[in-house]
DNA sequence: GTCAATCATCATGTATACATAATGCCGATT
DNA sequence: AATCGGCATTATGTATACATGATGATTGAC
């Protein structure tokens, strides 16, 4: 029998999983693309560790839907095609929506605070231009949002979900005119968790994420043909 | 560069995955409780074979949220308080009530034939009081929508979520007028779904979910103030 | 020259051996 | 008597050795 509670115990980490962190970031950075296959020994020899705790990394990154293992034929950084990508960003869309309702009904003043100052940050961003800050300082008005949901567990789901979708972001389009509408959705957002609307805090999310999602399956989908069409 | 497609493959299980299988029923059944400590060494005798498999299941338990791993401490099956399970339920509700929506948009015929067939499953253990059998029959019902969705991404996680939630089914109260409740809940869903009225599915679906998550929840907290006294 | 069957190679799956930190016992000290 | 600290024990973490199935190259038949 395990103890109830268990405050904050100094835990020592373990190999593999500081190994799942930098396999992690370099698959969500793009450094591994999809497709790419992760031999066992080849790692091992690169971190300098024996098999046991590469196993371990990839058996986590699996189970995040990371990579994808296929019993005695290797393991490869995950592929989504296009159907599928709609098909998360649905549900991406479902998280985040629940999200901006539980927080127009529960954030608190301090919440609020965080949020107005995420969305000034994305102002800046988008009136200089600036690409990569937006993508940014938008990543934190999400997490914000996320956290005044005041629900543990859904922002782990949606956490964990972002993940997944975040190794697509290479595909995002930096269209001057998408920044501003960006925007002016978050901006919609905002206002009605500040105004306590939880319907249209929800509303307003869910079509912010899901225009985002159309227009990475668009792309990722023209980028499938044009590779078809050239094999 | 692994294959785009690929269909069919007749693949080789791992012993690591059909001890996870085993494991994860016991869990689930309540074999093994919330709090039991799983040894590996243990394990591995207990199903003969080395403590290598035996980690690969723990691992991917452990994702799956139905343990929990504590480097160097040892592995447990997972606990969970009511704030939690309330949250979980939460979200349960509202993929849930996303797969109804999305039936009630896109169900074909023979997602409705299905669907109706389940329904009267539970009518009929209705009819007769049997709480095993309403139990079994709820199950096929709920799976059926969630097919109906038609988004093969979302059954994944409600299905997921679902497995996590199910280890708590046991705290169920058996209370007859429940049973009549549910079912006239279903009904509203089915309704509302054959109606092709996605909003008023996805409500009725929400609804039902929560009322049963709060009297889960409810029931955990009253064991354990119950066990806190005693101790 | 093409195709198919056989076999060598090698990466993955599994077992075992070794390393190390957490746990609990026991005795010494206050 | 109670508490602290050291030591033995043991389960987990890691490395290595062995087993086995997948891959593809070679060879032979047509």
Request: glycine residues 6%; charged residues 35%.
């Amino acid at each position: 029998m395990v103890p109830a509670g268990f405050a904050e115990e100094r835990v020592m980490e373990k190999r593999g999983d500081r190994l799942r962190d930098v396999l992690e970031e370099e698959i969500l950075t793009g450094v591994l693309r999809p497709g790419d296959r992760l031999e066992e020994l080849q790692l091992a020899e690169r971190f300098g560790v024996s098999r046991t705790p590469i196993r371990e990394a990839l058996f986590q990154l699996s189970a995040a839907g990371l990579i994808e293992q296929r019993p005695r034929r290797g393991t490869f950084v995950a592929e989504v095609g296009p159907k599928r990508l709609m098909e998360m960003f649905d549900v991406m869309s479902e998280l985040e929506a629940m999200c901006a309702r539980l927080a127009a009904r529960r954030a608190t003043p301090e919440d609020l605070a965080a949020l107005r100052r995420a969305h000034d940050g994305c102002a800046a961003a988008a009136e200089r231009g600036d690409f990569d800050g937006y993508y940014y300082e938008n990543e934190i008005f999400h997490e914000k949002i996320r956290e005044a949901s005041r629900n543990g567990f859904l922002v782990e789901q949606a956490d964990a979900l972002q993940k997944r979708l975040k190794a697509y972001r290479r595909l995002q389009l930096r269209a001057r005119d998408r920044l501003r509408a960006s925007f002016e959705e978050h901006d919609a957002v905002i206002a009605a968790i500040e105004a306590g609307d939880a319907e249209a805090a929800g509303e307003a999310m869910r079509g912010h994420v899901t225009v985002q999602g159309e227009r990475f399956a668009d792309l990722l989908a023209s980028l499938e043909r044009r590779e078809a069409k050239s094999a």
